[in-house]
C-alpha cells in the first residue's frame, strides 16, 4: 500500500515537472510590453548603447511592480522607462508582475520564501523594512554610486539599516488638504490660516450643503498621518519622540494624548463626512472629485487629479492645495510639513542577474527617467531634485507642491503609523478608527498602542 | 456480489485518486500550517518555534473573541433565519412545477453567480449615509435619516444581513435539491390519505430531509466561522474589530501584521472548533432517529 | 362555500406569488445594478439614487475592459482551468461515493469522514505552505498550481453531495447488473452515473461557482500573465489610487456574464429526483 501511494505520488511529481518544464519554454509569449522578438535574445546586441562591461548573453529581468495600472499614472511611467530599456539593452527581456497593493504584500511573502524576482518595490518604512531585512532580502547597494542622483538630503534614510543602503525612493509624499477653489470663492469661504479657522469653517460649509473635509477613514493611514501632522502642529517637529515611544511602547509623553483629543474634536465638530469612518479611499475621493466636498486630505501623488479627464473639468482645473494649518498657540508652523519618502525599488539578495538588475535600478533612476517622466505624467514629486524638468506647462497643482516642498522647514518622515512593526502598524490603523468617532477614549487608544509596542 | 464488492484492488484505485489529492492539497500544508502556529514565524525569515506561546496569547486576544462572537451570531442568524427560509422557498418552488418554477429557481440563485466583490460594492452603496438606499428610505418617510449604518452600534447587524441574505441562494438550492430526491410516489400516498400542504410538509417531507439538515446546518456554521471576502470588502473587521470574523482576523494577522505563525495558531483553533461542532451535531441528529 | 373556498384559494395564490415576484426582484438586482453602472462614468456614480440612467452611454469602458483587461486570454484560462476542474471533481467524487457508500470494506467510513473534513479547512492557511510545496517541485505558474487546490477544496461537498443521492438508489440495479457479469467500473460509470444527472448538476455548478471568481490562489500560485484567470482582469483593475469605478464594473461584468450563463444552462438538469428514473428504469 505504501509503495503504491510514493508510486503514484513520484508520478505526479514527474508529470508536474514535464508541465513546468513546457510552460518555462512559452515564457516568451508571457511577457507584457516585450517588444523583442525571442530571436534576438540570441544573436549578440552590437547597438547595446550601454556603459561598459555590458554582458551580451541573453538576460530576463523580472520586475515585482505594485501598480497594475500600466496605462496611467506612476505605472505607466513605470512601464515606458522598462520599454525604453529593452530597447537600448537588446539581450535583456524585461518580465513584469503587477499587483495591487494588497495582493501585492501577500505574494511578497510567498516570494520571501523562494523565488524572489529580481526589482521589487518595496516602501522604505519601518512597519515594511524591519521584518524584511531582518530576513536579508534585499541586497546592499552602495551609497556613493548614488551621490550623482539628486536625491533630496534625508530621503535615502528609510531605506537604510546600520548605515547600510539597501533600497532607494521613489516618491516625496506630502499629505495635504486638496480644496476646490472654485467652490471656496463661489460661496465666499476664506481659506483657513489657523487650525482654529478651519474648524470653524466646518458648520458654514454644511449649512451651504457640502462636506466640508472628505476622509478616507475606512483605511486607518490617512487618520493616522492626520494625526501626526497635528501631533508637528502641537509641538514642532516629532521625530525623535515617536520612534522613541514606538521602541519603548510607551506613549505617555503628553503631545500624544493632546494630538488624539483634537482629532477627536475634529470629528465632533463634523468637519469629515457623515460615516467617513468606513468609507473608503475611492469613496472619498469621489466626494471631493464630484464637486460634493470643499477639501480632501490626502497625498501629493494624487495631483494627477488635475489632469483626469474623467473628473468634471469644473472641479479639475480648480484643485488646489495647502499645508495642515497651524494652530493659533502651537510650536509648529504651516511650513512643518508632513512628508516622507515611500515607495521605492530594490533588488533581492537571491537574484541570479544582480549585476544586470542593479543596472537597471540604476537606469530607472537616472535624472531623466523617473523624475523627468514622472513630473511629466504629474504623478506628484520624485525623492529626486526635479528643477531640471520644470516646463512651464505644469499645473497649478503642481506648481502648488512644488512651493510646500521648496519652502517647508521642516519633514517631519515617516507618519506615526509606519514607524514601528506591521502589528503596531494594524493596530494603530484599527484604534484610530474608534477613537475618532468617540466609541473608544484616548486613554484606551495610547492602551492599546502601547500594548503593541512590547 | 459480496465478493465483487469487496475487491480491495477495485476499491483502492476507485479512492485513490480523491485521497492523493486531499494529501497533496489539503493535508500537507494544513501539517506545515499547524507547525507554524506554534513559531513565531512573520512570513519571512526564520521560524523560531515558541511553544504555546501563540495559544496563550490568543486566550486574551479581544479581536479574536469577538470574531469568535460574530462567528457564532451569524451561524445563529443563518439557521433560525435563513433555513427555515431557504427550507419553504425550496418548498413552494417545488410544488410550483411548469416555468415558473423553472425562472425563480434560476433567478433567486443570482446573487450567488456574481461575485462577491459586486454584492459588497452594492452594500456599501445602500448602507452610505448620504445617498444610500436606507437612509433616503428613511428620509421619505418622514426620518432625518442619517444613520451611519457601517458605523460603531449598528455595524455588525448591517454585516450580518448581508451575509444572510447572499447565503440564501446556497441554503435553497441544497434544500431543492434534497427535495427533490424524495420519491413522488410518497406524496401521492399521502395526498390518497387526505393529507394537505402543510401536513405533508411536516411530515414527511421533512423527516426525509434530515440528512440534508443536518449537513446544511454543519455547513452553515463552518461557513459562518468562514467568512472572508464579504467581510473584508465591507468593512475589513472595522471599526475597531466590531465585525471582525475567524476567517478574516486570521489572514489580517497572517498577511498583514506579519504575524504568519499567530495567524496559523488562529487556524487551528478554526479547524478544531469545526471538528467539534460536527461530531456534536453528528450525535445529535443520530439520536433523534429511531 | 366552495366559492368562497376557491376565493380564498387563489387570494392565497396571488398573495405567495406577489411575495415570490418581490424576492426574485431584490435577487436580481445586483445583477441589473452592475450592468446599469458598468455603462456610466465613474462621477455619475456617487450622486444620489440607486439606478441610474447614464448621460452617456459608455461603451468605452466594455472596450476598455476587454482590450486592457485581457480579457480573451484570462477567459479561455478560466473556462479551461474551471472545467477541467468540474470535470474531476464529478468524476472523483462519484467513484469516492462509490466506494466509501456501496463498496464494503472496514475503513469506508473513516476515509469518507477524513475527505469531507476538507470542508473545514480555512484557504487562506494553506496558501503560504502550499506556495513552498508547489514551488519545490515546479509547479507554480503552471496550470496544476491552480488546478490541484481547486478540486482538492470543492471536492468534500461534491463527495457529500454525490454520497447521499447515491443513497437513493435502490441497490437492486447493482445486483441485477453483477448477475449479468458487470465490472465495478462498468456498473459506475454506465449505470449509476446516468441516474446521477441532477447531482451531477449541482456539483458541477457548485463547483465552477466556487472557483470562477477565485483571485486569492490564483494571485499567489501564479506569476506570469499565462495561466492568469478572469479575476485578474478585476484585480488589474483595482489599484488603491484608481478611480475609474465604471470601468471596474465593466470589468466585473464582462466577467460574470460566462458564470452566468453557465449557471443558467445547467440550472435545467436540477430538476428530476434520482429515484424517478431508477423506480421506473
Known amino acids: 500500500m505504501k509503495k503504491k501511494l510514493l508510486a503514484s505520488l513520484l508520478v505526479v511529481a514527474m508529470t508536474a515537472s514535464m508541465f513546468a518544464g513546457c510552460s518555462s519554454e512559452n515564457k516568451k509569449e508571457v511577457t507584457e510590453e516585450a517588444t523583442e522578438d525571442v530571436a534576438t535574445e540570441e544573436v549578440v546586441a552590437e547597438e547595446a548603447a550601454t556603459e561598459e562591461g555590458v554582458s551580451t548573453e541573453p538576460v530576463t529581468l523580472k520586475v515585482f511592480s505594485n501598480l497594475p495600472d500600466r496605462k496611467n499614472g506612476q505605472g505607466l511611467v513605470e512601464q515606458l522607462i522598462i520599454d525604453e530599456y529593452m530597447a537600448e539593452n537588446q539581450n535583456v527581456t524585461i518580465e513584469v508582475e503587477a499587483l495591487d497593493e494588497e495582493a501585492y504584500k501577500t505574494k511578497f511573502k510567498a516570494y520571501a520564501m523562494d523565488g524572489m524576482p529580481d526589482v521589487v518595490s518595496i516602501w522604505g518604512q519601518p512597519s515594511f523594512l524591519n521584518e524584511v531585512l531582518d530576513a536579508g532580502i534585499l541586497t546592499q547597494l552602495n551609497e556613493e554610486d548614488y551621490a550623482d542622483y539628486g536625491f533630496i538630503p534625508g530621503s535615502l534614510d528609510g531605506f537604510k539599516k546600520d548605515g547600510k543602503l539597501y533600497g532607494l525612493p521613489r516618491n516625496t509624499d506630502v499629505m495635504a488638504f486638496f480644496y476646490n477653489e472654485k467652490l471656496f470663492k463661489d460661496n465666499g469661504w476664506e481659506l483657513p490660516k489657523t487650525y482654529e479657522e478651519l474648524l470653524a469653517l466646518a458648520p458654514v460649509i454644511t449649512d451651504a450643503g457640502f462636506v466640508p473635509v472628505a476622509m478616507d477613514g475606512g483605511d486607518g493611514w490617512p487618520m493616522a498621518i492626520y494625526l501626526t501632522d497635528l501631533m508637528i502642529r502641537i509641538n514642532g517637529n516629532s521625530k525623535d519622540i515617536i520612534s522613541n515611544a514606538v521602541a519603548t511602547g510607551d506613549f505617555s509623553d503628553p503631545v500624544f494624548t493632546k494630538a488624539t483629543d483634537l482629532l477627536v474634536q475634529t470629528a465632533d465638530a463634523n468637519l469629515f463626512q457623515t460615516g467617513y469612518d468606513t468609507q473608503d479611499y475611492g469613496t472619498a475621493m469621489n466626494l471631493f472629485t464630484n464637486g460634493q466636498a470643499a477639501m480632501f486630505y490626502m497625498g501629493a501623488w494624487e495631483s494627477s487629479m488635475a489632469l483626469n479627464k474623467d473628473i468634471p473639468e469644473e472641479v479639475r482645473t480648480n484643485i488646489r492645495a495647502f499645508t495642515m494649518p497651524a494652530l493659533a498657540d502651537g510650536v509648529g508652523k504651516q511650513t512643518d510639513i508632513a512628508a516622507w519618502n515611500g515607495g521605492g525599488y530594490a533588488v533581492s539578495e537571491a537574484s541570479e542577474v544582480k549585476e544586470e538588475a542593479i543596472k537597471f535600478l540604476n537606469y530607472m533612476y537616472q535624472p531623466d527617467k523617473l523624475s523627468k517622466y514622472g513630473w511629466e505624467n504629474g504623478v506628484g514629486m520624485s525623492a529626486q531634485d526635479q528643477s531640471p524638468y520644470m516646463t512651464g506647462n505644469e499645473t497649478e497643482l503642481q506648481n502648488v507642491f512644488t512651493d510646500i516642498v521648496n519652502t517647508a522647514t521642516s519633514v517631519s518622515g515617516t507618519p506615526l503609523n509606519d514607524c514601528g512593526l506591521s502589528s503596531f502598524k494594524a493596530v494603530i490603523e484599527s484604534e484610530i478608527q474608534s477613537v475618532s468617532n468617540g466609541t473608544e477614549t484616548t486613554e484606551e487608544f495610547l492602551s492599546a498602542l502601547e500594548a503593541s509596542c512590547k | 456480489m459480496k465478493k465483487l464488492y469487496s475487491n480491495k484492488l477495485i476499491i483502492f484505485s476507485l479512492v485513490l485518486p480523491g485521497i492523493l489529492v486531499f494529501i497533496f492539497a489539503i493535508l500537507a500544508p494544513i501539517c506545515l500550517s499547524t507547525y507554524y502556529g506554534f513559531t513565531d514565524y512573520s512570513g519571512m525569515g526564520k521560524a523560531t518555534f515558541v511553544g504555546m506561546e501563540n495559544y496563550k496569547t490568543l486566550i486574551s486576544d479581544e479581536g479574536f473573541w469577538m470574531s469568535m462572537k460574530n462567528s457564532l451570531l451569524l451561524a445563529v442568524g443563518f439557521i433560525v433565519i435563513q433555513h427555515p427560509l431557504a427550507i419553504m422557498v425550496a418548498a413552494i418552488l417545488d410544488k410550483l412545477q411548469g416555468k415558473a418554477e423553472g425562472f425563480f429557481r434560476c433567478v433567486y440563485f443570482i446573487p450567488n453567480v456574481i461575485s462577491v466583490a459586486i454584492i459588497a460594492y452594492l452594500w456599501k452603496f445602500i448602507y452610505n449615509p448620504d445617498f444610500g438606499l436606507f437612509n433616503n428610505f428613511l428620509k421619505a418617510l418622514g426620518f432625518e435619516g442619517k444613520i451611519n449604518w457601517l458605523g460603531a452600534e449598528f455595524a455588525i447587524w448591517s454585516v450580518l444581513i448581508v451575509l444572510i441574505w447572499h447565503g440564501f441562494g446556497w441554503g435553497m438550492l441544497i434544500y431543492y435539491t434534497g427535495i427533490k430526491n424524495i420519491d413522488p410516489v410518497l406524496y401521492e400516498a399521502a395526498s390518497i390519505d387526505g393529507a394537505n400542504a402543510s401536513v405533508t410538509f411536516f411530515r414527511i417531507t421533512l423527516p426525509l430531509m434530515k440528512p440534508v439538515i443536518q449537513v446544511n446546518i454543519t455547513m452553515a456554521i463552518i461557513s459562518a466561522l468562514k467568512q472572508m471576502e464579504t467581510v473584508y470588502l465591507l468593512t475589513n473587521g472595522g471599526p475597531g474589530n466590531r465585525t471582525q470574523f475567524a476567517a478574516n482576523y486570521l489572514y489580517q494577522q497572517a498577511f498583514k501584521a506579519f504575524k504568519y505563525g499567530y495567524g496559523n495558531a488562529i487556524g487551528v483553533i478554526f479547524i478544531i472548533i469545526c471538528l467539534v461542532v460536527t461530531i456534536f451535531l453528528n450525535r445529535a441528529f443520530q439520536t433523534k432517529e429511531i | ?281
Open chain 3, 1 to 281: 362555500m366552495e366559492q368562497v373556498g376557491r376565493k380564498k384559494k387563489s387570494f392565497g395564490k396571488i398573495v405567495l406569488f406577489s411575495i415570490l415576484i418581490i424576492m426574485a426582484i431584490v435577487q436580481i438586482f445586483p445583477l441589473v445594478w452592475l450592468l446599469d453602472f458598468s455603462f456610466a462614468s465613474s462621477n455619475e456614480m456617487f450622486t444620489s439614487g440607486l439606478l441610474i440612467i447614464p448621460e452617456k452611454i459608455k461603451w468605452e469602458n466594455y472596450v476598455k475592459a476587454f482590450v486592457d483587461g485581457h480579457f480573451l486570454l484570462y477567459l479561455k484560462n478560466s473556462l479551461l482551468i474551471n472545467s477541467l476542474a468540474v470535470f474531476f471533481v464529478v468524476v472523483i467524487s462519484i467513484m469516492t461515493a462509490f466506494a466509501c457508500r456501496r463498496m464494503k470494506w472496514k475503513l469506508s467510513g473513516t476515509v469518507n469522514t477524513i475527505l469531507l473534513l476538507g470542508m473545514m479547512i480555512p484557504i487562506h492557511a494553506t496558501l503560504l505552505p502550499n506556495y513552498k510545496i508547489y514551488n519545490a517541485i515546479g509547479l507554480t505558474d503552471t496550470i496544476w498550481a491552480l488546478l490541484i487546490p481547486y478540486i482538492a477544496f470543492s471536492l468534500p461537498v461534491g463527495l457529500f453531495l454525490m454520497s447521499s443521492f447515491m443513497e437513493s438508489i435502490p441497490i437492486e440495479i447493482e445486483e441485477a447488473a453483477v448477475i449479468d457479469g458487470c465490472g465495478i467500473y462498468r456498473i459506475v460509470f454506465t449505470m449509476i452515473t446516468p441516474l446521477l444527472k441532477s447531482s451531477i448538476a449541482t456539483v458541477a455548478i457548485m463547483t465552477f461557482l466556487n472557483n470562477w471568481n477565485e483571485f486569492m490562489m490564483a494571485s499567489v500560485y501564479l506569476s506570469t500573465p499565462k495561466w492568469k484567470t478572469l479575476p485578474f482582469s478585476v484585480l488589474e483593475f483595482t489599484g488603491q489610487y484608481s478611480s475609474n469605478y465604471a470601468v471596474q464594473f465593466a470589468v466585473m461584468a464582462l466577467t460574470a456574464a460566462p458564470a452566468v450563463i453557465v449557471y443558467v444552462l445547467l440550472n435545467k438538469h436540477i430538476t428530476k429526483g434520482v429515484a424517478m428514473g431508477a423506480v421506473k428504469g
